[in-house]
């Protein structure tokens, strides 16, 4: 078992910046590729971005260039550092963690976060 925790969530105005924390426990963090996802209200959930065990990273069209997903294997943590953030990136933001999923995809990932809360007001 993989228990995960986000953290870092708030209100920010457009254009600003936040930094989304995600702590792993329980079973060995190595090996496990990690990703963040997000679902707004009314919408489907949505693949933001992955990094594997190896550091490689993969990104949503959506934030390219903006969001950066980032982990510390020997803090079992990982990151996602969110830069001239829009009103349309406003939605829960949940840590996901398995050992071989397929990014890009919002689902088929064994452990899930409980979510925190991003709102971009304009």
């Known amino acids: 078992q993989v228990q995960l925790v986000e953290s870092g969530g708030g209100l920010v105005q457009a254009g600003g910046s936040l930094r989304l924390s995600c702590a792993a426990s329980?079973?060995?963090?190595?090996?496990?590729?990690m990703a963040w996802l997000r679902q707004a209200p009314g919408k489907g959930r949505e693949f933001v971005a992955g990094?594997?065990?190896?550091?490689?990273?993969y990104y949503g069209n959506s934030v390219k260039g903006r969001f950066t997903i980032s982990r510390d294997n020997a803090k079992n943590m990982v990151y996602l550092q969110m830069n001239s953030l829009k009103p349309e990136d406003s939605a829960v933001y949940y840590c996901?963690?398995?050992?071989?999923?397929?990014?890009?995809?919002?689902?088929?990932?064994?452990?899930w976060g409980q979510g925190t809360q991003v709102t971009v007001s304009s």
């Open positions: 996901a963690a398995d050992e071989s999923p397929v990014f890009g995809t919002p689902s088929g990932y064994s452990y």
């Open positions: 990094i594997r065990w190896s550091g490689t990273t």
């Open positions: 329980g079973r060995a963090f190595g090996g496990y590729a």
